[in-house]
């Protein structure tokens, strides 16, 4: 069924309801190529949820694909299924064949609650998917580690802006969650001299994190108040809120996670604080870079050198940000509309 969403190209919600299969693809712009994001499964608390979100990610994935110079639009597929329910690969399969229906307008790829298995299950029935198994993403997670550098980089170019040096040397660094991309940026910084401090809701990885990086640990309820350079969320979207604004003693929060602001007004508010915000959807690019180069058929060394345009995309944002007087969330989107238009 197609739903009408003003401003958004197509919006479609998926039903079989034999196997009680449900999923929603949302297509936000296509101006500059096919729409390009990934397919999130997860548990939502009702259809609305599942909606808002997969219109949310499609167009922070067009604001994304646009600022880092990708020739694609922005989309997303929400799978409305937990993992955990019974077997998977039938619902992927007919998703693969949904995709497949729109003739290339959208192309899917691995996202929360997905895997490498999982893409290659959709691509049973479908070629518009990405990740897949021997996939330049998917050879030794690529995609994470690239994600990890660019917000590595990210760090670099925020360091200098606020400090002048780039060096990541003495600074600390506070790392909220340390799966995939967070471990990754952990070791990049801590090669380069960062002091860590570190937490996860999982205590192996944090006892994992301590034992390799040498990190300081802390409870998830008090990394947002430690006292650092560099806050750098990498867990859950929305944590920057008011509460959580009134309790960070940082210069920067810089970091992987989507969606960081709870609202937009937040990105002001971190400008009032004296808080470099280095804007989520311009330093966590590096996975969808690389699924950009795999597109291209470009390798692995090519993908890293794209990757390292984020330095120099968020310096734009900052000067951007400081000449207008617009927070550096608002000087962001302002440069992705303008490749847009
Ligand atoms: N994987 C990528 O390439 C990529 C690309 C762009 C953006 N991101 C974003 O970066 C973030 C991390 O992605 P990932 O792939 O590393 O995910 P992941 O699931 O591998 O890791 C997330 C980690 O956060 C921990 N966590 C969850 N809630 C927490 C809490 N309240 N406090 C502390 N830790 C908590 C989890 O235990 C887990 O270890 C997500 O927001 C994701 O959307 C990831």
């Given at each position: 069924m197609e739903m009408w969403?003003?401003?958004?190209?197509?919006?479609?919600?998926?039903?079989?309801?034999?196997?009680?299969?449900?999923?929603?693809?949302?297509?936000?712009?296509?101006?500059?190529?096919?729409?390009?994001?990934?397919?999130?499964?997860?548990?939502?608390?009702?259809?609305?949820?599942?909606?808002?979100?997969?219109?949310?990610?499609?167009?922070?994935?067009?604001?994304?694909?646009?600022i880092s110079g990708l020739r694609y639009g922005g989309g997303k597929a929400v799978i409305l299924s937990h993992p955990k329910q019974g077997p998977r690969d039938g619902l992927l399969r007919m998703l693969g064949r949904y995709i497949d229906?729109?003739?290339?307008?959208?192309?899917?790829?691995?996202?929360?609650g997905t895997t490498v298995a999982?893409?290659?299950?959709?691509?049973?029935?479908?070629?518009?998917?990405?990740?897949?198994?021997?996939?330049?993403?998917?050879?030794?997670?690529?995609?994470?580690?690239m994600t990890a550098y660019g917000?590595?980089?990210?760090?670099?170019?925020?360091?200098?802006?606020?400090?002048?040096?780039?060096?990541?040397?003495?600074?600390?660094?506070?790392v909220q969650g340390l799966g995939k991309v967070g471990f990754r940026l952990c070791r990049y910084l801590h090669e380069a001299g960062a002091c860590l401090v570190v937490t996860d809701i999982d205590e192996a990885r944090v006892?994992?994190?301590?034992?390799?990086?040498?990190?300081?640990?802390?409870?998830?309820?008090?990394?947002?108040?430690?006292?650092?350079?560099?806050?750098?969320?990498?867990?859950?979207?929305?944590?920057?809120?008011?509460?959580?604004?009134?309790?960070?003693?940082?210069?920067?929060?810089?970091?992987?996670?989507?969606?960081?602001?709870?609202?937009?007004?937040?990105?002001?508010?971190?400008?009032?604080?004296?808080i470099l915000y280095a804007p989520d959807y311009v330093i966590n690019a590096g996975g969808i870079i690389v699924t950009g180069s795999e597109l291209s058929g470009g390798d692995a060394a090519e993908a890293k050198r794209n990757v390292e345009n984020i330095y120099g995309t968020l310096m734009k944002v900052f000067q951007s940000a400081t000449v207008s007087g617009l927070s550096t969330a608002a000087a962001a989107d302002r440069m992705a509309e303008n490749v847009l238009k």
């Open positions: 969403q003003p401003d958004y190209e197509g919006v479609f919600f998926l039903q079989d309801r034999a196997s009680g299969f449900k999923a929603i693809i949302a297509i936000d712009n296509t101006r500059l190529g096919p729409a390009l994001g990934g397919c999130r499964m997860w548990q939502y608390d009702n259809d609305e949820a599942a909606i808002s979100d997969a219109l949310r990610l499609a167009k922070g994935m067009t604001y994304k694909n646009a229906r729109l003739q290339g307008h959208y192309i899917t790829g691995m996202d929360l999982d893409m290659d299950h959709i691509r049973e029935t479908t070629s518009y998917v990405t990740d897949v198994s021997g996939s330049l993403g998917a050879v030794n997670d690529l995609t994470a580690t917000v590595y980089l990210g760090i670099r170019a925020a360091l200098k802006r606020v400090f002048g040096m780039e060096s990541v040397l003495g600074r600390t660094v506070a006892k994992l994190a301590a034992m390799e990086f040498g990190a300081a640990t802390i409870t998830p309820q008090a990394i947002f108040a430690v006292p650092c350079d560099v806050f750098a969320p990498c867990a859950l979207g929305g944590i920057l809120n008011d509460d959580i604004l009134s309790r960070l003693d940082c210069r920067i929060v810089a970091g992987a996670a989507n969606n960081q602001l709870a609202e937009p007004r937040h990105g002001d508010e971190l400008r009032k604080l004296g």
